[in-house]
């Protein structure tokens, strides 16, 4: 999603957009005034607990993500693959399919394998995590020992600091 701030500039000129990638910018001078259009990352939540995965959104909205919900793992692949999100939070306890085998399926299909998987859970035993990187994810984080607003900072981080690269790329 495309989120447009106005702002006073000084060029006084016709201008065309000059760029609209994902994860991009662009220009469009029009009279004394310039907008300035940035991408808004989209993340999919992968997250059984409803008022957990709330709270979570709500927090990720207020720092200008796009968030998308999946409260299973059947619906987490199905999602994963219709919104093309930028980053996946993904719980690895999920009912009908388990976070483990979700993360394998995401990364064993072309479409959505581009896609970075960060790993929230409460299982925080050395093989989980292991395992979770081992099949795909580029982090782990034991969510009983990270605040929210440090998870948001964690995805901000993430997101400024890796340029993420489409399907086609």
């Known amino acids: 999603m495309w989120k447009r701030s106005r702002t006073s500039g000084a060029e006084n000129r ?18 004394y005034l310039f907008y300035y259009i940035t991408y808004m990352a989209t993340i999919l939540v992968v997250e059984d607990e409803k ?4 709270i979570l959104g709500r927090a990720l909205k207020k720092a200008d993500y796009t968030v998308g919900f999946a409260y299973d ?5 199905v999602k994963a693959k219709t919104m093309n999100p930028d980053l996946i939070l993904l719980d690895l306890i999920l009912p009908k399919v388990n976070g483990f085998k979700v993360l394998e399926q995401i ?31 580029i982090d782990y984080y034991v969510k009983a020992q990270h605040p929210l607003l440090e998870i948001v900072e ?15 790329e």
């Open 51 to 54: 008022p957990l995965s709330s």
């Open 73 to 77: 793992g059947e619906e987490a692949i």
């Open 14 to 31: 016709d201008a065309q957009i000059v760029s609209c990638t994902k994860g991009g910018y662009a220009i469009e001078f029009t009279e």
């Open 107 to 137: 990364k064993k299909d072309p479409d959505v394998s581009h896609i970075p998987v960060i790993v929230l859970s409460n299982l925080g035993d050395d093989t989980d995590i292991k395992d979770s990187l081992r099949l795909g994810a």
């Open 154 to 168: 964690i995805v901000t981080k993430f997101l400024k600091t890796h340029r993420v690269p489409t399907k086609e």
